[in-house]
Each structure stands twice: as C-alpha cells, then as structure tokens.
C-alpha cells in the first residue's frame, strides 16, 4: 500500500435541478456537515441548483485557507437534496476500490485541515481548486480494509445517534407532561409565589461574573470588565432567577436562567428573582415553564415600550401558570435531569468518537510504513 493521487479515484457531477423536482436547500459547515441553507432564495432560481445523492459529497473550493478547514461533507440521505451552484458535487468512480465512507473519515482528520490550508492558493479568499484538491495524496489500502475502519467508526456513530434518538422521546415526555398540565389544571398568578431579590456585592465575597442567554443559561459575560468595581453587581444566589428585561434585541427571546450552581454576580441593570414557597412551586419546575419557546413569544408579546421594549417585573409577576400537586413537580423535574444527564453524556459520545477518525487513519499510515520497511 502506499499514497495514491486522491484524483484518480473521484470525480465530478453537475446533476441540475432543471425541473424543481427537489426542494430540500443545504449548505455545509466547517465541521463537515450538512446543515439547512440559511441563504435568502425568494428570487433566486432553484433550477440552477445542484442535485446531491446518497454517497456523494459537497465541496466548497472557497476559504480553506481562511477557516483552516477543507469544507467537504458527505450526503447520507435516501431522499436526495440541492446545493448551491458555487459547490462542487464529488464522486467516487469505483465504491469497489474506494469507499465514500472512508475518504470522508481521511478528511475529519485535523492534519488533513491544515495540509489544505498550506496547499490553498493565494486569493482574497484563499481556495483550494478542484485540480489542486485532486493532487491530494493518500494512503488507499485494500478495500477490504477500508470497509473494516468504516465499519467500526460506523458502528459507534450508529449507537451514539441511537442514544441521541432516546432523548427526544425524554424530551417529549416533558412537553406533553406539561401541555396536560395547561388543560386540566387552574392557572395560577406567578407573583404570588415569587420575589426580587436585590442583594448587592457590597463586600466583595462573590467574584464569579455571568452573563445570560436567551438559551436559558449563564454564561461567560462578555462585557469588557477592566476597571469595573463589582461592589454594585447583583448576587444571584443557587436556585434563584436572572433575567434581562429588554426583550427588542434579542430575536424574540428573553434571556432568562436559573443558577444551580455556586452564586454568582451579574450586572446590576438585570432582575434577580426567588421563589417564596418552594413547599409549593419547584424553581427548577418554574424554570421548565421559563424553558419552553411558547414562554418567549408569551414575553416577547407582553413587552411594552417604544425604542426598547420590556418584559418587567409587573409583566413577570404577571404570568400566570399551572401549579400542580409539588409530587407532580418532582415527577416531572425528575424526568428533566435525567433528561439533561443523558444529554452531557451523549456530548460525552459525540467528543469520544470525533477524535477518532486520526487514531484509525494513524493505524493505517503505520500498517502502510510496516509494509513498506517488510517489503
């Protein structure tokens, strides 16, 4: 075995969407998947579009030098989809000699990043061309092996996407636990069950700065804090609510979270709240209300002002929610964290088996190196 010309073993296809048979818009990102289009196509003519299929791949040639990635992707689907012209559709000719699979797994290599980076010409927007990217050279073992390696990276990938699926069904148990709540309990005004809480850093003791997302979290802050004095800043203690008020700027969601974690301190413009009769309303049940999309388009509606529209705290103490039985709480946050561990494992899957496409393509070079040194 040894390297090979990689354009001895693809080539190009240029299937168009002439009759607008095929709706479905993807692009591909720097991390080699297909992602939905966020192009604006209102006026643009899809019949130009190419045609991907099963088994072949999408290239963009532009910006390998920029982002320091070849962004290539290859298309798993049955069901085939369109991508923009400026792609290059890719091809094996011979899935006999050279799996698809395989030289995919060739490119989620890191090294293999940055030789693109080092080959990509010199233009505004530092692209690899087709003939260049052809004159890539790597090692093509028999094809017996190749379908070993993809076999087992194939294998962990199908039972992390398994686990994966298994959260959804979690997810779902969640939703409509609380949509039978909506319809069968007597909602309840929040402001009874709720209050500020305005405890300022005066002494200091807190030093841990968060910011808030709309995701529901906190966060990193990202204001420049050199020469700032913290004395000033809220202390946001475990279980107890953030949120931004100003709702215009923040694409129809409120930034809102529960800190379950070590206190913290957060700007002093932000509102801190509590619940008062946790013997009656759960804060993190509260939170999974807070959590649901339906609660931000409910506070992006209710927010009044001109210039800056608000979500205040009347607004807040406004809501009004169904409070169930706190046995049913418990039943539904139990399912939530065992919902919210499943997900950090399955991160825990996904960041395992991304590093190892370069252990297995390791595992080929020096196969290839121990050949060359026995022959």
């Known amino acids: 075995m040894s390297y090979k010309r990689i354009g001895n073993y693809i080539h190009l296809v240029d299937n168009r969407n002439k009759d607008l048979a095929v709706s479905n818009l993807l692009g591909i990102n720097i991390t080699k998947n297909f992602m939905p289009s966020v192009a604006n196509t209102s006026e643009s003519d899809l019949s130009k579009y190419k045609i991907i299929q099963k088994g072949q791949f999408a290239y963009s040639a532009m910006q390998v030098g920029r982002d320091e990635t070849i962004r290539l992707a290859l298309y798993a689907e049955e069901n085939p989809a369109i991508i923009s012209p400026a792609y290059l559709v890719i091809e094996v000719n011979d899935e006999n000699e050279f799996l698809p699979e395989y030289m995919m797994m060739w490119f989620q290599r890191p090294e293999s990043d940055r030789y693109g980076w080092f080959i990509s010409d010199s233009s505004v927007r530092a692209s690899l061309e087709w003939e ?28 992390q996407k398994t686990y994966a699926n298994s959260l959804a069904d979690l997810q779902l148990i969640c939703d409509t636990y609380i949509e039978n709540l909506i319809k069968t309990e007597k909602p309840k005004v929040l ?9 300022r850093n005066n002494d200091l003791q807190v030093s841990f700065l968060q910011g808030v997302s709309t995701s529901k979290v906190l966060i990193e802050t990202k204001a420049n804090i050199n020469g700032l004095e913290f004395s ?4 946001v203690r475990t279980g ?31 509102t801190v709240f509590r619940v008062t009769k946790q013997k009656e309303l759960l804060p993190e049940y509260l939170y999974l209300w807070f959590a649901r999309p339906e609660f931000d388009r409910y506070a992006r509606f209710h927010s009044w002002g001109s210039a800056r529209e608000t979500f205040d705290w009347a607004d807040m103490c406004n809501v009004k929610l169904p409070i169930p039985d ?9 399912i939530y964290h065992t919902l919210e561990t499943r997900k950090r494992i ?16 390791k595992g080929v070079v020096e196969n290839m190196k121990l050949e060359n040194v026995e022959n």
Do not use: W
């Open 232 to 235: 000033n800043y809220k202390v």
């Open 191 to 199: 402001g009874e069950y709720i209050e500020q809480s305005d405890e």
């Open 346 to 361: 399955n991160e825990q899957l996904k960041n395992t088996i991304k590093p190892l496409c370069p252990v297995l393509m």
């Open 240 to 270: 107890e609510f953030v949120y931004v008020a100003d709702t215009s700027r923040r694409g129809d969601k409120i930034a809102l979270a529960m800190n379950s974690a070590e206190p913290c301190i957060v700007s002093g413009i932000y």
């Open 326 to 334: 706190i046995k049913i709480q418990e039943a539904i946050v139990t």
């Open 132 to 159: 260049r990217f052809c004159e890539i050279q790597i090692p093509i073992p028999d094809i017996d092996e190749q379908r070993k390696f993809v076999a087992l990276y194939n294998g962990l990938l199908h039972n």
